[in-house]
């Protein structure tokens, strides 16, 4: 299971403490992923705040640049900031009222001081490359007024480690070899992570496949982890639940349900993984994500409900972003047009980060010319024509 060696792992009164790579800092198991809280007052966002306290919960991921949710943030953090690990990107932006990701110093020092003014601190404990997905990106970036300046930040002691996000495997290897990047932000659950094993239905459905289900990481993703692991570059973890998606039978690519702690323990269970930043709308939600720490190794075991999923699940025409539809000839990653597509339909509103994230592509939904090669390629009967129309109507290109 790539559990932690025991001396990594710290053991706490209500939580686990995981060494986060070679930063030195000790970080719980389950953190606090900040987006959710947009939508709630000073006084919920207090509350969730408070009951991660109560629970152990020791870092925080704040991305988001929209100016009420860092003050409200800020104010509950205000007299034990000493006690959390904030996580806070530079290059996240807030223009004519949206989220704007940008590389230009002249928005993007003045958001990163804002940051910080309603953090009520003078410094984060890790400086964040705000969202980087194109390995071709990173290579620009990195002689790069944007990143000398995060070097000075970490210089004058404003930022104490610098880390990157992205949910590109091989921009995550890119960082993992760079040298100063200690720490990466990445996506991590089951759908994301496992690959079929084979192109041939007739496997593909055996038992040897759902027998050796857990070997099926797709292999740059397995590499990316490798090389975390050796170069003792840490983890922490964005989009563990995969929206939601795992926890209904029906949405799930796998034709069943998991549970909070099962997607936590398969996150934590990935090499060089340190902490999941969970979402948490409620005090509840805290409490769910916490339970994990108290789990019986039954309750955590998510390789019991993979092996035993319907072995039909991956005919249901659901894309597990496998690739299998590569190479499209308009140049669209479709299982990545297919990922933000399904995570946007599972909220009430489409996040902003989503759209920035789609926006970022090469090519989108709408340059679909509808040859259907992919749809002959995939080996689950996705729809992709329709998926990549539908695509473009939500996020408008």
Known sequence: MNLPPEDLIISGEQMNYRKLGKTGLKVSEVGLGGEWLERHSAEEVKAVVEQCESLGINI???WMSEPNVRSNIG????????KWIVQGHIGSTWQNGQYVRSRDLEK????????????QTDYVDLGMIHFVDSPDEFDRLQDSDFIRYIKELKAKGTVRHIGLSTHNPFVGQLAAKSGYIEMIMFSVNPAFDMMPGSDNLDDLF??????NALNGVAPERAELYRLCEANEIGITVMKGYAGGRLFNEKASPFGAALTPVQCLHYALTRPAVASVMVGFDTPEHVKAACAYETATADE???????ASAPKHAYSKGQCTYCGHCAPCPSGIDIAMVNKFYDLAV???????TLKAHYSELSAHGGDCIGCGGCES???????????MAAAKELFGV
């Open 206 to 211: 055996g038992e040897e496949t759902y027998n």
């Open 108 to 119: 993007a020092v003045p958001a990163f001081e804002d940051l910080l003014a309603r953090f």
């Open 377 to 387: 390629r995939c080996p689950f009967g996705v729809n992709i024509i329709q998926k």
């Open 60 to 62: 925080l991921d704040c």
């Open 300 to 306: 955590k075991d998510y390789a019991k409900v993979l």
């Open 75 to 82: 104010a509950a953090i205000k007299n034990h900031r000493k």
């Open 346 to 352: 599972m909220q009430n509103e489409t996040p902003a």
